[in-house]
């Protein structure tokens, strides 16, 4: 089992409408937990930070946190193009900050 | 405030060869980590350096090595390359320890092993 998994996609969605992107951890210790974007040919970004269950809203984003469950996600509301990336999530496991393979998103206009 | 450089950005190696990767962080910053990505595993963690302190390794031969010098500057070295080193090699920095999660990372360092 990897660490950190994430479904690889491709995830189309139309413009406008809300992207769900999913994370599972191993470690049932962590506390913490990001969410990364990652554009074509360029170096990761932080975009949101998580620690505790619930819900925590920036913008046009949120992330979730079901520590019990061990899952993470990250929604996008009112998607544009812009939002077409790869996202990347990652737990501090042991210490190090451990990342899944990624979700490529497409968001078509 | 400059951002994370990394040296050189793309790079050709035969088989048996050795490298050197540089990175030098965002001013201030005390941790460097380094990070392998390729389609196939995605970005998978080498080892970070705190004040010239390995402070963790992730599952590599010890054919990757690296070290940090006393400006925050740091190397990884990959010894007798194999094709499968080939990947982008992606140093991120951080103000504290890397699993506070914030990281700058620089624009990575291509490696192709022919």
């Known amino acids: 089992q990897k660490e950190v998994e994430q479904n690889s996609g491709p995830l189309s969605v139309p413009e406008g409408a809300i992207a769900s992107l999913n994370c599972t951890y191993s470690?049932?210790?962590?506390?913490?937990f990001f969410w990364y974007r990652q554009y074509s040919g360029k170096s990761p970004e932080l975009i949101m930070s998580?620690?505790?269950?619930g819900d925590k809203e920036d913008g046009r984003f949120t992330a979730q946190l079901n520590k019990a469950s061990q899952y993470v996600s990250l929604l996008i509301r009112d998607s544009q193009p812009s939002d077409s990336a790869t996202y990347l999530c990652?737990?501090?496991?042991?210490?190090?900050?451990?990342f899944g393979q990624g979700t490529e998103l497409s968001v078509k206009p | 405030k400059a951002g994370v450089t990394q040296t050189p950005r793309y790079l050709i190696k035969t088989r048996g060869q050795q490298v050197t990767l540089s990175c030098s962080p965002i001013?201030?910053?005390?941790?460097v980590s380094w990070y392998q990505q390729t389609p196939g595993q995605g970005l998978q963690f080498l080892f970070e350096?705190?004040?010239?302190?390995?402070?963790n390794k992730g599952n590599f031969p010890g054919r990757f090595s690296g070290r940090q010098f006393s400006n925050s500057r740091s190397e990884m070295n990959v010894s007798t390359l194999e094709l499968g080193d080939s990947a982008l090699y992606l140093c991120?920095?951080?103000?504290?320890?890397?699993?506070?999660?914030?990281?700058?990372f620089g624009e990575g360092s291509r490696l192709t092993v022919l």
């Open positions: 991120a920095s951080s103000l504290g320890y890397s699993s506070s999660g914030e990281l700058f």
């Open positions: 990652a737990v501090n496991q042991g210490g190090k900050l451990i």
């Open positions: 350096y705190f004040s010239e302190t390995q402070r």
């Open positions: 001013s201030g910053h005390r941790s």
């Open positions: 998580i620690y505790s269950n």
């Open positions: 470690d049932r210790v962590s506390q913490s």
